[in-house]
Every structure is written in C-alpha cells, then in structure tokens.
C-alpha cells in the first residue's frame, strides 16, 4: 500500500468522555498517529482546514439489515407479526444477490451521509452485502443470518455459515469481519445454539442475535422453556461477552443480573422498537448498572432511516419520557452509546470508537457553522438535541475519506438510486 497523510487542521474535538478541545490530528495511512497544536501543513499529503468543524468519531451503528434499505416504505404501521408475516417475508422472497447488494449500497451511502463508519448487520446474501461494504469504503461486522428448527435445516446452515465466514472474515483491509448469527431463540432450537456458542469458541468470533424483542416472544419461550429468553440462553451456556443481543426489550430484574454477570453487550433500537410498537428496553437503569448498551437502528423497513444522529435523540427522549424523569439518559451518554459503547460492543474499542492515537482513522467532521449549531453554546448538546444529520460533510473510515464536502467519493450515488428503482419494480412485478 502507497502510504499517505491527512492532517485535520484546527478541529473542534468532541470525544465521548471528555471535555471538549480544539487541535489538529493527522492521519497516516488508516492510523491516527498524532493529535497536537503543533502540526503543520507540510507534515501531510492532504490538509484539511477544519476551521469552523466538529470532527467527532465516527458512529458505530450495532444492529442493521442492510439490505432491507430497497424494502424502505413497505408495510408501515402494522403490528410486528402481521409487518413480517404479511409484508415482509413475502417480499424477501424475492430478494436476490444482486438486490441485496443495491439495497445495502443505498444503506451505506447513508450511513456515510450521517457521520456512520461502522455497522453490525445479520442477514441473508451476506456475499452480496460484504461487497457493498467493501466498495462503500465502511467498516462491518457482517453474519450470515440462521433461522433452523431441524437437524436437516441446521446441517444446511451451518454450510452457508463457515462458506461466508471462511470468504469473507478480516477481507476488505481488514474492515470487513465475520460473525455467528442465530436469528432469535424462537427461531432455532437449543441444538442450533449450542452449535453457535462451540463454533463461536473454536472461531473466536463474536455472536449476533435478536433475544426478547416484543412481548408475545417471551411469553412463547416461557411456554417452550418453563423460563425466560437470558435464563434459558444462560442455562444452554450461550452467554459471554462476545454476545450481541439485539433489542432486549422486555426484561425481568434477574435478565439484567444475567446480562451483567456474563457481560452481554445489548443493541438498543429505540426507532424500530416504538414504530413496531414492541416496548421500551430499560436502558438507562442498565447503563446505571455498568451494563454496556450500544445504539442500533434496525433495518429501513422497521425505523425506516439508518441515522444515527436521529437514533441518539429518539433514545434519550423515549427513556426520559417512560421513566417520568428528564435526567434519564442524558446527552453525553447517548453519544457515548453511538461510538465507544457500540465498539465495546462488537469487540472494537481498542480500534474505534473514540478520537486517540493509535486508533483506526474512523471520522467524521460536521459544519457547525449552520442553524441547528447555533448558537455555539454546546456542540454537544446540538449534536443529540438538534441536529437531524446534514450537518455531516466529511466522513473518513480506514484512513480513506468517503464523503468530502458532503460530495461522496467512493460511489457514484445517483446510480445506485436508480439501480435501486430498477430493483424494486423487479420485486414488486413478482410479488
Ligand atoms: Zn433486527
């Protein structure tokens, strides 16, 4: 590889943690390898004069389905059995590799257009959606979704899992990893979860899994199981820090001593969970508790945008007005959910999540010379409460800059709209 530098000049940096400060960062490669007043201009091969900017890192967004972004718009407001029963499952019938691959380019594209370098998607034709990854310049921890309720099916799975797996883990420079995905405990069996946990091990990679998203889900693990979703995923000995689980909505107090006991790490998806209407995860009492909680927003189907910025304020305001309490979940800790605790999450934070030497160049720099910055009292504050994300106009993942001057340099995004068009009359003439 060529080596080449960045230098940021003169940034407002926001980093979860920490107090505000303003300096100059350079890049070298996909490394940040010096944060200081001192740099100058000739210190790098490009130089971005950040004056007037926000540079925060970028957000680490821990649960998606990239590929539903072509599905956008389809059976909005219904309940959740009828949405997948009816509407959705229907229509990912009809989802080939080559829509899979146009529907997570138009998620990624939006993804870098709102200060997103990082995602955690599940779901089927991963091939398709490593490749939009990699062409998009993002960082993904990408897994073959499992849904198995015999042997024959399980036999099945598993192929298509060590196939993705064993393709495309540490590919891309090393921005494209692999997961072990079992889609839900409702949707598998005990053997299936065994299964994941010992290949897990035997991998060294990390679980992704949906566990007690609604209601009527817990309610048909009581009745399968004689216990709730956690004690039974804790009895089969699935349990360990490596464990992503989505939604984790609906909890009894002994699910959360198990979730802290054997350092579970949780994906909130506060759009998705309110527009399905499946319940309020109690996240604040969690984070309270030492809990590490990420920030996710589920598929465009169910949110319907990948916007992290959107997601932060959607949280905080779902905890303050569920707990009666306008102190819960404040800003500084939504931030910190959208970047350090969503690479916590996936096993990350010693590479992303946070504006530090040593870390991978994962960026991203908003004018806060605009409306909703102003005035500029408490970038912070803005960042969560009042902005809705246009202010993001630079956007680097890896060291490579994807968006400059809010103009995309990695893919050419008006074809990919109308490829997207194209793809979508294909699915709904075979509906
Ligand atoms: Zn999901």
């Not at 899992?161 to 005990?190: L, M, Q, W």
């Not at 993001?392 to 400059?404: A, F, Q, R, W, Y």
């Amino acid at each position: 590889m060529e080596s080449k530098s960045i230098l940021i000049k003169n940034a407002t940096i926001l980093n979860p943690g920490e107090d505000i400060k303003k300096s100059s960062v350079l890049i070298d490669n996909d490394i940040i390898s010096c944060i200081s007043d001192d740099l100058i201009h000739k210190d790098a091969d490009k130089v971005i004069d950040a004056e007037g900017k926000l540079l925060i890192p970028g957000f680490v967004n821990t649960h998606t389905h990239l590929s539903m972004n072509i599905l956008r718009g389809s059976g909005d407001d219904l309940p959740l059995d009828t949405w997948l029963n009816e509407c959705i499952w229907p229509l990912e019938a009809n989802l080939t590799e080559d829509i899979c691959y146009v529907g997570s380019l138009l998620a990624c594209i939006e993804m870098i257009k709102t200060g997103t370098t990082c995602l955690n998607d599940m779901y089927f034709n991963m091939g398709s959606v490593a490749k939009a990854v990699e062409d998009s310049g993002m960082r993904g921890l990408l897994a073959y979704c499992i849904i198995a309720f015999d042997d024959e099916t399980l036999k099945k799975e598993i192929k298509n899992t060590n196939e993705f797996t064993s393709k495309y883990n540490n590919t891309a420079d090393g921005r494209v990893t692999t997961a072990i995905s079992p889609h839900a405990p409702y949707t598998t069996t005990p053997d299936v979860l065994k299964w994941v946990r010992k290949a897990s091990n035997k991998e060294n990679m990390p679980i992704h899994i949906h566990v007690s998203e609604t209601k009527k889900e817990v309610e048909d693990i009581v009745e399968l199981y004689g216990m709730r979703p956690f004690e039974y995923l804790e009895k089969l000995g699935f349990l360990g820090s490596d464990v992503i689980a989505a939604h984790a909505v609906h909890l009894s107090e002994n699910e959360i001593d198990i979730i802290k006991k054997y350092n579970v790490k949780l994906s909130h998806n506060p759009a998705s969970n309110m527009k399905l209407a499946s319940g309020v995860s109690p996240v604040d009492k969690m984070l309270k508790k030492g809990i590490t909680v990420s920030l996710g927003t589920d598929g465009a189907a169910s949110n319907n945008n990948l916007n992290m910025i959107e997601e932060m304020k959607i949280a905080t305001l779902l905890q303050k007005v569920h707990n009666y309490d306008a102190t819960a979940l404040p800003a500084e800790k939504v931030f910190e959910m959208a970047t350090i605790n969503g690479a916590k999450t996936l096993g990350m934070d010693d590479k992303i999540g946070s504006v530090n030497v040593g870390k991978k160049a994962d960026l991203c720099l908003l004018d806060i010379n605009t409306n909703y910055f102003t005035p500029n009292v408490n970038p912070l504050s803005h960042l969560v409460y009042s902005s809705v994300g246009g202010e993001v106009s630079t956007t680097i993942c890896n060291g490579e800059i994807l968006m400059e001057n809010k103009k995309l340099l990695c893919v050419d995004e008006m074809e990919v709209f109308a490829m997207a068009e194209n793809a979508t009359e294909k699915i709904l003439s075979k509906k």
